[in-house]
């Protein structure tokens, strides 16, 4: 049982350039979450799915979309990096109700 | 939408002593309040929970309180040892499916030896 798997650990992209987060959950959770966490800022919600087939925005979600693949994945798709974007990346998801998050080991970007 | 303050920022205690974080939430259709530890490098991880018609749970060392009617909601870790150094947060989050939780800003614990 794997848990919350993120790929890739770690990335460094150039201004401009794209890329797309990973994240698969083997726990049969309704809804997933991608995070950003910045020293001194928290979590803050990017994008959210509360179950198959449905995305909503969170607190900060200029500058990403999001993909809701299956009941198993969804992805974090940065179209186009700014060093802003620098930051660590959680994905999360949950079964629903009065459960908790899972989250995923976290992915260190850089955008230089 | 939801409102989490937590208090303090950062808290250093000495090994052996209690610590306590003290967080606050604005929205009272909150009714599931978990508590994350997260160490340096690794990713948060659920430590303890507590739901509204709860006033408080504990599990060894570590206890979380409920005041629905203040909304605040504490948690206390008792005999304080190195390894509980870390970030603590709080969240509240309404008890229907897949919404979001809302996070404090977390609480740097630090036990000095």
């Known amino acids: 049982n794997a848990g919350v798997t993120q790929t890739p650990k770690f990335q460094v992209l150039k201004t401009g350039q794209s890329m797309t987060l990973q994240c698969a959950q083997d726990m049969n959770h309704n809804s997933m979450y991608w995070y950003r966490q910045d020293p001194g800022m928290g979590l803050r919600l990017i994008y959210y799915?509360?179950?198959?087939?449905?995305?909503d925005k969170g607190e900060v979600p200029n500058g990403y979309n999001v993909s809701r693949l299956n009941k198993r994945e969804f992805s974090l798709r940065l179209e186009s990096a700014a060093p802003s974007q620098t930051s660590v990346y959680f994905c999360a998801s949950r079964l629903g109700g009065a459960y908790g998050y899972t989250f995923g080991s976290g992915t260190r970007l850089t955008v230089v | 939408g939801e409102n989490v303050e937590q208090h303090p920022s950062t808290l250093s205690v000495q090994e052996g002593d209690s610590a306590v974080i003290k967080c606050t939430y604005s929205d009272s259709a909150s009714n599931y309040f978990p508590w994350y530890k997260q160490e340096l490098g690794k990713r948060p991880q659920l430590i303890i929970d507590?739901?509204?018609?709860?006033g408080e749970k504990k599990d060894q060392r570590i206890a979380v309180t409920l005041n629905k009617t203040a909304k605040h909601f504490s948690l206390h870790i008792t005999e304080t040892q190195p390894e509980d150094s870390a970030v603590y947060f709080c969240?509240?989050?309404?008890?229907?499916?897949?919404?979001?939780?809302?996070f404090g800003t977390g609480t740097s614990l630090t036990v000095i030896p």
């Open positions: 969240a509240a989050s309404p008890l229907n499916t897949g919404n979001q939780f809302y």
């Open positions: 507590i739901r509204s018609n709860v």
């Open positions: 799915s509360a179950s198959e087939g449905t995305t």
